[in-house]
């Protein structure tokens, strides 16, 4: 069974930095996706980043890109998201899932396996 674990949230001040991590485990399949996604009150939830398991391919959102670092650790089935020079408008509940293609980012459609979230507030 599938469980995907997300932690690192947390409140920091505008201009800080976070590194939210995502640990799955019960995965069977050689290609796969993972991606983070945000909900902020009131607002749909969108895909940030996203990184494949084989070849490493990456997605960023606009908002995302020149602030946001997606990577993992292979060994230890975890994806890293460090987020620089965050902004209060980052504020949200961020998401870990795993799906099967990062076409469809920042949508959520196919992504089958979600965390519980993890909250981010950044705030002075």
């Known amino acids: 069974q599938v469980q995907i674990v997300e932690s690192g949230g947390g409140l920091v001040q505008p201009g800080g930095s976070l590194t939210l991590s995502c640990a799955a485990s019960?995965?069977?399949?050689?290609?796969?996706?993972i991606g983070w996604f945000r909900q902020a009150p009131g607002k749909e939830r969108e895909g940030v980043s996203g990184?494949?398991?084989?070849?490493?391919?990456?997605y960023y959102a606009d908002s995302a890109k020149g602030r946001f670092t997606i990577s993992r650790d292979k060994a230890k089935n975890t994806v890293y998201l460090t987020m620089n020079t965050l902004e209060p408008e980052d504020t949200a509940v961020y998401y870990c899932?795993?799906?099967?293609?990062?076409?469809?980012?920042?949508?959520?459609?196919?992504?089958?396996?979600w965390g519980q979230g993890t909250q981010v507030t950044v705030s002075s």
């Open positions: 990184i494949s398991s084989i070849d490493g391919n990456t």
């Open positions: 899932a795993l799906g099967w293609t990062l076409a469809t980012m920042p949508y959520a459609d196919g992504f089958d396996y």
């Open positions: 019960g995965i069977t399949w050689d290609y796969y996706v």
